[in-house]
């Protein structure tokens, strides 16, 4: 039993926390962290300073605004986090729209407990640095050997898909839309999960910021798969900005429409939570990307095919 006081205001760290054993010692969260289940009743730490329900085009203007302005796109709620009294804190600093930021808590905290937290930040741009994040977490801690049987189960996972594929030659190209308008081709460590699952990642480069392209870019590039996993989008509120890709020029002339090959992934949940549940997101790409090899069950709730 951990004797830490944990404050999470990372969704990803959340699950890293439940995962190493330690959902007891969470006694905060960030107004995102939702998974396991039961974390959902811990006080909320943290709170967006946009309102709900704007689309995708509005989210990204209001976001640019307030960046423009230097203010901060969340905003953390220190009195609960003083009355929490925490001894860490979990936090990143890996992108000011994702979650909340290193210098936005440290600002917040500063001279304001009572006692001197331990703020650990994260910012993984590749697998490995993620799997090293669990380390990080599980050593400040104190469950390393937690932490090594939880890096053991998941590189199993990887393997198995790793050797599964290693003499297969057909390789699809695949473009992971990780926003419709403007239109962002996921970067990070989505283009190393696509080419561990058996595709070739196209339009953004692994271990760097996703990109904005033009439709000119994915139509030039043509591939074979379009897989849509907006940031922070359940399958369902992807689905309701759909017409934002069905109405682009020659959509119907990709292969990917012509092969039947549009796909929905619950990004939120997956994608882009650099937690342990990014080996869930490797499993969903190759269920996806090579259905006749893979099958782990996801289909349905982790991702579901776009009929047209």
């Not at 989210?59 to 860490?88: F, G, H, M, N, W």
């Not at 801690?141 to 990887?158: C, T």
């Not at 992971?176 to 480069?205: D, F, H, K, R, Y």
Request: with cysteine; proline share 6%.
């Amino acid at each position: 039993m951990s004797a830490h006081k944990i404050v999470s205001l990372l969704p990803a760290a959340t699950e890293i926390v439940c995962a190493l054993g330690l959902e007891s010692s969470l006694v905060g969260r960030s107004h995102e962290c939702d998974y396991p289940e039961g974390v959902k009743k811990l006080p909320v730490c943290s709170e967006a300073n946009f309102p709900n329900g704007l689309s995708s085009a509005d989210i990204d203007v209001k976001v640019k605004e307030i960046l423009a302005d230097a203010l901060s796109v969340y905003t953390v709620k220190r009195e609960v986090i003083k009355e929490l009294s925490p001894d860490v804190v979990i936090t990143q600093a890996q992108c000011e729209v994702c979650a909340v930021s290193l210098p936005e808590v440290e600002q917040a905290l500063e001279n304001y407990l009572d006692k001197q937290a331990q703020i650990i930040s994260l910012q993984p741009n590749s697998l490995d640095e993620i799997f090293n994040d669990i380390s990080t977490v599980a050593k400040a801690l104190d469950v390393e050997a937690d932490g090594e049987r939880l890096l053991e189960d998941l590189n199993e996972r990887v393997d198995i898909i790793r050797h599964k594929l290693k003499f297969m030659e057909s390789k699809p190209t695949v473009a992971c839309v990780e926003w419709l308008e403007p239109m962002m081709i996921s970067g990070n460590w989505i283009p190393e999960l696509v080419q561990i699952a058996g595709g070739t990642p196209i339009l953004a480069q692994a271990g760097k910021h996703s990109p904005y392209v033009s439709w000119d870019d994915i139509r030039e590039s043509d591939p074979e798969i379009i897989l849509l996993m907006p940031c922070g989008f359940s399958i369902e509120r992807t689905i309701r900005e759909i017409n934002i890709l069905l109405e682009q020029h020659a959509f119907s002339d990709l292969k990917a429409v012509k092969n039947n090959r549009i796909y929905i992934a619950d990004g939120n949940h997956y994608f882009n939570r650099p937690g342990p549940r990014i080996v869930d997101s490797v499993e969903i790409l190759a269920e996806i990307i090579h259905p006749k090899q893979f099958i782990f069950g996801y289909e349905g709730e982790g991702w579901i095919k776009f009929a047209l």
